[in-house]
């Protein structure tokens, strides 16, 4: 057996390493080390309770406006405030914003250009994609950079800027929109669909949001130009819709009113339970103890513990590992495709794929709708005061899944404030019961070593991980 | 130009921001001025140790690169050991990386107010993660490289500060380096770009008539100036926010939030909570740093006094309840 440790893990947001031990060229266990700690938890630990708005984007600056809508829904818990209709309407769409960014960034400069390696040379499809898709070079960077600065033009209407706003609040958003931006809003979203229609799919998002099966998927993608067929295309030669698959098991605190929370395992759907989540930091550098609900949960260094691997804490729920993530969200809101993608060949690296690009064009339209329903002139912002002691739960859907902040008040101050980012879930260590996290599980078997085509990069990929969230 | 570029203990979003380039392709842009990526950690193609060979030549000198580019804070701790961030893959403290490469460099840029003072990161009680700038710790100089460090272009560490920077101001930076080198007195005290820093955030705000008659804003999402009660620090910070465009239109007071002053060091922890002006007997303090506070106060008293109806009731809605009066032709009725 040899160990293989590769990093720096790049074109993912921070710092990764994956350490593999391997045999014959096939993978027998990984662990998956994030090198970086950040200790956001601490910083906000007696500040004003107001203040973690402005500091918990600094998280991240790729979900930066996830981050300030769970904290804006832990102190509006806290603070027993009811955002404004204008005011959730507002924060849909600055989420929904974010994440479709994100998605798009996480294709085109993330995940594509590892089909333009070299080791891939003698396949039909190369030239092609090597053109479009080169890192940096290839010209679909090109296009997608303008569309991506064009879509998130939306930000400055409806948050001032991004990343990092101040505009979430507990009540809803201190940015009313206009009759005329209303307008422009609308423009924007159009705008971003002919990109979406042109390049990305090549046809209309309805005709995608409609496709409800594997077959119909590759039905459609046959023959037709666009850059999702290109995927398409290469992951089936290259067998990656059954590779990558972890426990297809999946979480989802429910996004917009427009997909509900839910889990679902073994092909079975069911309630979520906040209650059921517990941290684990067996494997981490941090203090060890019985897994703790993240109301109670704890983050205290000990850089020297042995056998501890990783910065990232084991979240689990009912005390298994669960995967979350856009393949996640559609599955547990039973759309067919992720359904059907998952039933037949498990959470593979095209199912992942496929799930944002499908989230692409469902939530889109859906954005329309809710610029549509903005009523300028009705408040935007509910106001309230901030109690002494109280104790706030915030769980929203950021693109990469579910992320929850814990919060709890104390004679006016933070007294403790607990962060599960997505990431944490999908890239936890192994917890005590020496369970490995998901991508753990899904490296299991991979060729990987010398000679080895870029199959673990693929599958590290798909789950566009974001190590700095995970290490908050 | 080649510019390599590293993170450590930042967020990211200093180049999610920069990717916002507009309204040319970023990549385009910077390519037409002959700048071009030796490596990025977010967008290359090279991974493992085809990137760790790219770094250890330009840090042995093997490998020619011109700007260093660092984005995020230094974490030195613990005990000195740079373990908080170790690159992947080499084992390394990412420290010892910066400091072997920043020898090489012509020109040294701290992306981000992280990694020009430190960061949130260095503001966590105590300070457990040793965290500090490239040649910073807050308002003192030394960080990382030291307060005598020069890069090879004799020049300190070029400070793009702001939390994010704005797009424009690294690319017109890293621009104006490669097409005509930066001097000393294009930096201002605490190493930023003069080219942004020479202007407040208060230049410009679209909430200028309100801040002259002191019509302020009472609670969050009002449209009224933001200085009075809200905790805005726009007359104090050193940035062309509202001069230059964020996304298009915005800005954080175009977003109806106060300016808390991302530019400058130490802005993560001001003494008081961030949405809330500090006031002594009911005046604000820290008013504009070139105004003599009596004549302020008096300014203030008189202007109030004075405020049209239309500002004094506007500045507490979250959308104009009275209009700007039309002039009819002919005079008064
Ligand atoms: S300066 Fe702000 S935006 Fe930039 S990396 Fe640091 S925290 Fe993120
Ligand atoms: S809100 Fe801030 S930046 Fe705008 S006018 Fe008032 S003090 Fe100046």
Same mark, same amino acid.
């Given at each position: ?61 790729? +979900? ?70 080169? =890192? ?8 997608? $950079? ?59 998002? =309805?005709?995608?949001?409609? $496709? ?32 990558? +698959? ?41 203090? =060890? ?67 944002? $690009? ?76 020496? &369970? ?15 000679? =080895?085509?870029?199959?673990? &990069? ?10 700095? +969230?995970?290490?908050? | ?19 916002? %380039? ?24 090279? %991974?493992?140790?085809?990137?760790? #060979? ?9 490998? !020619? ?33 910066? #400091? ?46 030291? !307060? ?48 942004? !820093? ?16 002191? !019509? %302020? ?12 009660? /809200? ?70 008293? /008189?202007?109030? %006094? ?28």
């Amino acid at each position: 057996m040899t160990r293989i440790v590769v990093g720096p893990f790049n074109r993912v947001e921070g710092d990764l390493e994956v350490s593999l031990d391997v045999e014959a060229g096939r993978i027998q266990s990984a662990q998956v080390n994030s090198p970086l700690f950040r200790g956001f938890e601490q910083i906000m630990v007696g500040r004003a309770p107001l203040d973690a708005l402005a500091i918990v984007p600094r998280i991240c600056g790729i +979900c930066s406006v996830a981050q300030s809508a769970a904290a804006a829904s832990a102190l509006a818990e806290a603070m027993g405030v009811v955002p404004t209709v204008n005011g959730k309407i507002s924060r849909n769409l600055i989420c929904a914003t974010e994440n479709l960014a994100d998605h798009l960034t996480h294709f085109y400069l993330f995940f594509m250009p590892d089909f333009a390696r070299p080791a891939y040379a003698d396949r039909s499809w190369h030239g092609a994609v090597s053109k479009r898709f080169t =890192a940096v070079r290839g010209d679909a960077a090109a296009e997608v $950079l303008p569309a991506r600065a064009g879509f998130l033009r939306l930000m400055g209407f409806l948050a001032g800027r991004w990343p990092h706003t101040l505009a979430i609040q507990p009540g809803g958003s201190t940015r009313a929109i206009t009759v005329g931006e209303r307008i422009r809003l609308l423009a924007l979203l159009r705008e971003f669909r002919g990109f979406l229609e042109k390049r990305l799919f090549g046809d209309s998002l =309805a005709a995608v949001a409609q $496709l409800a099966s594997k077959d119909q998927l590759l039905a459609w993608a046959d023959g037709r130009p666009g850059d999702f067929s290109a995927f398409l295309h290469a992951a089936s030669d290259l067998g990656l819709d059954k590779l990558g +698959c972890a426990y297809d098991a999946f979480l989802s605190y429910g996004a917009y009113d427009l997909f509900p929370a839910g889990t679902w395992q073994a092909g079975q759907a069911a309630t979520f339970d906040p209650v059921a989540i517990d941290e684990d930091t067996t494997s981490a550098w941090l203090a =060890a103890g019985q897994p703790r609900h993240p109301a109670q949960g704890e983050t205290i260094v000990d850089a020297n513990k042995p056998d501890a691997y990783t910065w990232c804490k084991a979240p689990r729920y009912a005390g298994q590992p669960y995967e979350v993530g856009a393949l996640a969200r559609q599955v547990v809101a039973g759309h067919p495709l992720a359904r059907d993608l998952v039933q037949r060949e498990g959470a593979s690296v095209m199912a992942r794929v496929v799930a944002r $690009l499908l989230e692409l064009a469902l939530v889109l339209p859906a954005m329309e709708g809710w610029v549509n329903a903005l009523q300028p002139g009705e408040p935007f912002c509910a106001h309230g005061e901030m109690p002494d002691d109280a104790t706030g739960t915030g769980l929203v859907e950021a693109a990469r899944g579910s992320l929850g902040h814990w919060l709890s008040i104390k004679r006016g101050h933070i007294e403790r404030y607990q962060i599960i980012a997505p990431t944490t879930w999908n890239f936890s260590p192994r917890d005590a019961s020496n &369970q490995p996290g998901p991508l753990e599980q899904a490296l299991v078997g991979l060729p990987a070593g010398e000679g =080895a085509p870029p199959t673990v &990069q693929h599958v590290v990929r798909s789950f566009d991980p974001c190590m700095v +969230c995970t290490v908050h | 130009m080649k510019v390599l570029w590293l993170q450590s203990g930042g967020c990211g979003g200093c180049t999610q921001s920069m990717l916002c %380039s507009e309204p040319r392709s970023l990549f385009d842009e910077l390519r037409d001025a002959g700048i071009e990526f030796l490596w990025h950690p977010a967008l290359s193609v090279e %991974s493992g140790e085809e990137a760790l #060979a790219i770094l250890e030549d330009c840090a042995e000198g093997r490998l !020619a690169f011109d700007a260093l580019c660092i984005e995020g804070a230094m974490l030195r701790g613990p005990n000195g050991t740079g373990k908080f961030h170790l690159m992947a893959g080499s084992g390394r403290p990412l420290t010892e990386w910066v #400091a072997r490469l920043a020898r090489h460099a012509k020109w040294v840029f701290a992306i981000g107010s992280c990694t020009a003072y430190g960061g949130f990161s260095a503001n966590t009680p105590g300070n457990p993660l040793e965290a500090c700038g490239l040649q910073f710790d807050e308002q003192t100089p030394g960080g990382l490289l030291g !307060a005598g460090f020069q890069s090879a272009a004799a020049l300190p560490v070029i400070n793009i500060a702001g939390c994010p920077t704005h797009p424009g101001w690294v690319v017109d930076t890293l621009e104006k380096a490669a097409l005509e080198g930066l001097r000393p007195e294009d930096l201002d005290e605490y190493g930023r770009p003069l080219l942004y !820093a020479g202007e407040l955030v208060h230049h410009g705000c679209a909430r200028n008539e309100f801040y002259e008659f002191k !019509a %302020s804003a009472m609670k969050q999402s009002d449209l009224g100036c933001l200085m009075e009660n /809200l905790g805005c620090k726009g007359t104090q910070a050193h940035a062309d926010c509202n001069l230059r465009p964020w996304n298009g239109s915005g800005s954080c007071l175009r977003g109806g939030f106060a300016c808390i002053a991302c530019t400058e060091p130490g802005f993560e922890s001001p003494g008081h909570a961030f949405q809330e002006t500090p006031k002594l007997a009911g005046i604000p303090i820290g008013l504009p740093t070139d105004m003599p506070k009596a004549w302020f106060v008096a300014l203030a008293a /008189l202007s109030k %006094s004075a405020t049209p109806k239309r500002v004094r009731n506007n500045a507490v809605e979250d959308h104009p309840v009275v209009m700007p009066a039309v002039r009819k032709k002919g005079g008064s009725k």
